[in-house]
Every structure is written in structure tokens, then in C-alpha cells.
């Protein structure tokens, strides 16, 4: 019996999903804080198998089973994130000045559809705050840092560029690889980067790719993105040389849906995440994979809740999976579930390694 689910989740669940998610992270950061707790956690947690340990960017990521941007904003919980099993992180979305994000309710869940909905508005300690947090504890695993532009419609055109920018630059010395969140709204007209003209000024201003020293760069695309549009922008990206994809970022649209429409038309606007989207966010993956020949790693996220999930994505094309939905409805040992089911994978299909789950 998964006693999160039978005994804490229903506490939670009680509490408003932006409540629950901030006692969350307040627990998790004093764990975090305390060695003694995490040394204990990983005797619990962790789970070690040699098949599923991959060399990346010359980083050694243990398992393919990682935390996804948005669910520890600040930094807080690294070293417990490392203890329960997960084989990286990634935090953020970091920003240039710090934001309180949008006012309360901003963060719903969707239980008939195992789905959240967030209008989070990017709140953060700023940049400056969390670079300086990471760098006093600092976990082993690799970390990725992933930045967005400040949340202000003020900012825009070369504003917004060199706010990129102020953050890449604090994260360069600390980040193991660093993901450009480039789907949140950037400018006063409402486009983001993910229009390619915008893309390519954003990467040259970056200088992305100029810098062999530089840790790794990935772009992350909405899951909403056209096959048509998604192709122009990857081509965009690779004219860039960036390292990596992350697929994909939330949902503007309310599809795959089966709560009450009209508890979702109260919602209101947001960022859809979980099941829901699952099945459009292997497709962007399977759609990266086929334009880049495969030959660039790519970070899968949208609707990982078990093994099966992540070898959808793996087969797909995915490198590297990352979960934050999932650890909301299956709790904090999702990350050793999954690596064990993914170690029996690989034993039961005569396998030797994770890369070649995608050959079966």
C-alpha cells in the first residue's frame, strides 16, 4: 500500500493546492537542511541500478528520473530531492528580479483527470537570491537552473533580452545545464519566445553556443506548439547549436479533459499539467527526436506517473524524464517506483542499459 496515497495525500488534498504545495516545500527545505534526515531518507529512497546510469554533457545522471522546474522555485529542497531517489533536478523557473507571482488562488488540482492547473506568474527570490542558496548547498546530483524574464510586462524588446541574460550569467558558474523557459508571455503585445524571430534574437544575445566552457543549454517548448511551428523554432535552435530540448511546458488549452466544465471555465486561465497532457507532449518529443535525427538529448516531461509512462517518452525519444504532477498525486517515492519498475524493465526485455529501451 502506498501510504502517501491511503494516509497523507488525503490530508493534503484537504488544503488548497497552493496551501498543500507550500507546507510541502516548508517540510521538504527543513529535511533538506538537515543531513542527519536526508542520510536517512536515502537509505529508504534510493535505489541504485548500473543499467539505468547514463553519461550526458559529460554528467553523470545515476537514473533518467528527475524534478521538473516549478516545483522547488528557490532551491530549497535539492539535497532531499537527491535522497529520495531522484537522478537530477531542475530548479526554477529563476528570474532576473524576484516576483511574488500572481495573487492567490493561483494553483488547482484536477482530480478526476490526475491534472493540475497553475497561474503561478513565475514567483521567485530572484535570481541573485537562488544562485547565492545553491551555491552554499550545493547537492551532488546534476542541477540544472531554468530562467524565464521577470515577471513584468514593462520588460520587453532589449529590456527583455538583457534580463535573460542577467540571470544566464549568474547561473553559468553554478548550473550543471540550464534550461530557457521561453513560453511565458515576454512582451506588452503578448508573444513570447517562442515566436522564431524572437527565438533568435533571444540565443544570439545569450551567445549561445559561442563558449565551449559554458554548461549546457536546452530550450523548453510548450506542448500546445504546432508540428509546423515546433520545426521552425527547432531549426532556429540548432542554427544555435543549443545542447538539449526539454518537452514540454504546460498547456494554455483545457483538452483531454473530464472534470465538470464548469469547475474548469471557474479556474480560469493557467497552465494545464499531468495526465492530460501526456499524450501531446510524447508527440512534441517524438516530433524533436525525428527532426534532430535523435541527435540531441532531450528531457521529456507531461503526465510521468509510472514506469510505463517514462518508457513511452524513452521510446519517443526522451534521454531524461522529469515529474511534478506525478509527485503531487503519487507522493515522494514516485522516483524509486519508477527506477525499480524501469530495473525489472530491463531484466524482463534482456536489456543492459536504458538507452536501449528505445530499440524494443
Same mark, same amino acid.
Given at each position: 500500500?502506498?501510504?502517501?496515497?491511503?494516509?497523507?495525500?488525503?490530508?493534503?488534498?484537504? $488544503?488548497?493546492?497552493?496551501?498543500?504545495?507550500?507546507?510541502?516545500?516548508?517540510?521538504?527545505?527543513?529535511?533538506?537542511?538537515?543531513?542527519?534526515?536526508?542520510?536517512?531518507?536515502?537509505?529508504?529512497?534510493?535505489?541504485?541500478?548500473?543499467?539505468? +546510469?547514463?553519461?550526458?554533457?559529460?554528467?553523470?545522471?545515476?537514473?533518467?528520473?528527475?524534478?521538473?522546474?516549478?516545483?522547488?522555485?528557490?532551491? @530549497?529542497?535539492? @539535497?532531499?530531492?537527491?535522497?529520495?531517489?531522484?537522478?537530477?533536478?531542475?530548479?526554477?523557473?529563476?528570474?532576473?528580479?524576484?516576483?511574488?507571482?500572481?495573487?492567490?488562488?493561483?494553483?488547482?488540482?484536477?482530480?478526476?483527470?490526475?491534472?493540475?492547473?497553475?497561474?503561478?506568474?513565475?514567483?521567485?527570490?530572484?535570481?541573485?537570491?537562488?544562485?547565492?542558496?545553491?551555491?552554499?548547498?550545493?547537492?551532488?546530483?546534476?542541477?540544472?537552473?531554468?530562467?524565464?524574464?521577470? @515577471?513584468?510586462?514593462?520588460?520587453?524588446?532589449?529590456?527583455?533580452?538583457?534580463?535573460?541574460?542577467?540571470?544566464?550569467?549568474?547561473?553559468?558558474?553554478?548550473?550543471?545545464?540550464?534550461?530557457?523557459?521561453?513560453? +511565458?508571455?515576454?512582451?506588452?503585445?503578448?508573444?513570447?519566445?517562442?515566436?522564431?524571430?524572437?527565438?533568435?534574437?533571444? $540565443?544570439?544575445?545569450?551567445?549561445?553556443?559561442?563558449?565551449?566552457?559554458?554548461?549546457?543549454? $536546452?530550450?523548453?517548448?510548450?506542448?500546445?506548439?504546432?508540428?509546423?511551428?515546433?520545426?521552425?523554432?527547432?531549426?532556429?535552435?540548432?542554427?544555435?547549436?543549443?545542447?538539449?530540448?526539454?518537452?514540454?511546458?504546460?498547456?494554455?488549452?483545457?483538452?483531454?479533459?473530464?472534470?465538470?466544465?464548469?469547475?474548469?471555465?471557474?479556474?480560469?486561465?493557467?497552465?494545464?499539467?499531468?495526465?492530460?497532457?501526456?499524450?501531446?507532449?510524447?508527440?512534441?518529443?517524438?516530433?524533436?527526436?525525428?527532426?534532430?535525427?535523435?541527435?540531441?538529448?532531450?528531457?521529456?516531461?507531461?503526465?510521468?506517473?509510472?514506469?510505463?509512462?517514462?518508457?513511452?517518452?524513452?521510446?519517443?525519444?526522451?534521454?531524461?524524464?522529469?515529474?511534478?504532477?506525478?509527485?503531487?498525486?503519487?507522493?515522494?517515492?514516485?522516483?524509486?517506483?519508477?527506477?525499480?519498475?524501469?530495473?525489472?524493465?530491463?531484466?524482463? @526485455?534482456?536489456?543492459?542499459?536504458?538507452?536501449?529501451?528505445?530499440?524494443?
Amino acid at each position: 500500500m502506498n501510504f502517501y496515497k491511503a494516509a497523507v495525500r488525503p490530508i493534503l488534498f484537504n $488544503l488548497s493546492a497552493d496551501k498543500a504545495h507550500d507546507l510541502t516545500i516548508d517540510i521538504a527545505s527543513f529535511v533538506s537542511n538537515h543531513q542527519w534526515i536526508t542520510k536517512t531518507v536515502e537509505k529508504v529512497y534510493s535505489r541504485e541500478h548500473p543499467g539505468l +546510469c547514463q553519461k550526458i554533457w559529460g554528467l553523470t545522471f545515476d537514473n533518467p528520473i528527475g524534478v521538473a522546474a516549478g516545483f522547488d522555485k528557490n532551491g @530549497h529542497t535539492t @539535497h532531499l530531492m537527491e535522497a529520495l531517489g531522484f537522478g537530477f533536478m531542475e530548479v526554477g523557473s529563476i528570474t532576473a528580479n524576484a516576483s511574488t507571482g500572481n495573487p492567490l488562488p493561483r494553483s488547482w488540482r484536477l482530480p478526476e483527470d490526475e491534472s493540475l492547473i497553475n497561474r503561478l506568474g513565475l514567483n521567485n527570490d530572484g535570481a541573485k537570491t537562488i544562485i547565492k542558496r545553491i551555491v552554499q548547498s550545493r547537492p551532488t546530483f546534476p542541477l540544472g537552473v531554468n530562467i524565464a524574464k521577470t @515577471h513584468n510586462q514593462d520588460i520587453s524588446g532589449q529590456k527583455a533580452l538583457d534580463d535573460y541574460k542577467f540571470s544566464l550569467d549568474l547561473a553559468k558558474p553554478v548550473a550543471d545545464f540550464i534550461t530557457l523557459n521561453i513560453s +511565458c508571455p515576454n512582451t506588452k503585445d503578448g508573444k513570447t519566445f517562442e515566436d522564431p524571430e524572437l527565438l533568435s534574437q533571444l $540565443l544570439k544575445h545569450l551567445e549561445i553556443g559561442k563558449d565551449a566552457t559554458d554548461p549546457p543549454v $536546452l530550450v523548453k517548448f510548450s506542448v500546445d506548439l504546432s508540428r509546423e511551428k515546433l520545426e521552425e523554432l527547432i531549426e532556429v535552435a540548432e542554427s544555435y547549436a543549443v545542447s538539449g530540448y526539454v518537452a514540454t511546458n504546460t498547456s494554455s488549452l483545457r483538452e483531454n479533459l473530464t472534470s465538470p466544465a464548469k469547475s474548469i471555465k471557474r479556474i480560469g486561465r493557467g497552465g494545464l499539467s499531468g495526465k492530460a497532457i501526456s499524450d501531446k507532449s510524447t508527440a512534441v518529443i517524438s516530433t524533436i527526436s525525428e527532426f534532430t535525427k535523435g541527435e540531441k538529448t532531450i528531457i521529456g516531461v507531461g503526465g510521468v506517473f509510472t514506469a510505463e509512462d517514462a518508457v513511452e517518452k524513452i521510446k519517443a525519444g526522451a534521454d531524461l524524464i522529469q515529474i511534478y504532477t506525478g509527485m503531487v498525486y503519487e507522493g515522494p517515492s514516485i522516483a524509486k517506483s519508477i527506477n525499480k519498475a524501469l530495473a525489472a524493465y530491463l531484466d524482463k @526485455h534482456s536489456l543492459d542499459h536504458i538507452y536501449q529501451v528505445r530499440m524494443t
